[in-house]
């Protein structure tokens, strides 16, 4: 299996577990940058809801590979990791218990914890996949505090769970959010997709349109959900290494 921007040279890279703090907690994180001396954007890299697993690490180390200074943080620091990954009773109960609230402070703490890196330009993108994009359009929709941002298959972005519109802990449909879009955005769908269905991209594409925003909305044929997830049977090799470049050249283009 081939992989859209594979680091073939980890020499070129530095890599390593950090932690910063947010709201009295300690939250966990993988940083990944190049080691040559320069100036670099940073990308704030969120993970889908089994957590900060090696795949997430690795797209970190792919952007630091394409000259960024890429921090993954473990967005379950806060509420304890999880026990088991295949048990989606926990996963979920994980995924949907976090207050928004708290995520934005907790994404505001990645990014200020990036920002001040050696090297780093003062620029920060944010780039989510399944959950974690739902989480990146969160961020860009309820704070300054990031740059551009890549909203890759967020679900949920239309009701708070599979039961409810809204809970206390997502008490606004982050579609319902749009208008306050603060940077630049590429949301990506697969058109395979259910949640977000392409309806559901094209309605928040509508929105952002509505309110003035720059923007991007593009669904991917032949892909479904997490078709860039390669330790998952959902990868899709071709529409990978079709967004690949796209996401790296969006973020040299609105982070520079």
Known sequence: MSLAGEVTDLSALETGDVSFQSDGAAIGAYLARPKAPGTYPAVIVLHEAFGLVEHERDVARRFANAGFIALAPDIYSRVGALKNPSDMTEVRAKMFGIPDAQLVRDFEASAAFVRVQPGASGKVGCVGFCVGGRWTLLFACSSDKVDAAIDCWGGFITRATPDAT????RPTPVIDLAAQLHCPAYVVCGEED?????????????????????FKVEVFKNAGHAFFAD????????PAFDLWPKMVAFFKTHLA
């Open 231 to 238: 330790y998952r049977p959902s990868y899709r090799e071709a």
């Open 194 to 214: 259910q949640n977000p269905s392409p309806a559901d991209a094209a309605e928040l594409g509508k929105r952002l349109e509505a309110a003035g925003k720059t």
């Open 166 to 169: 809204t809970t206390p802990e």
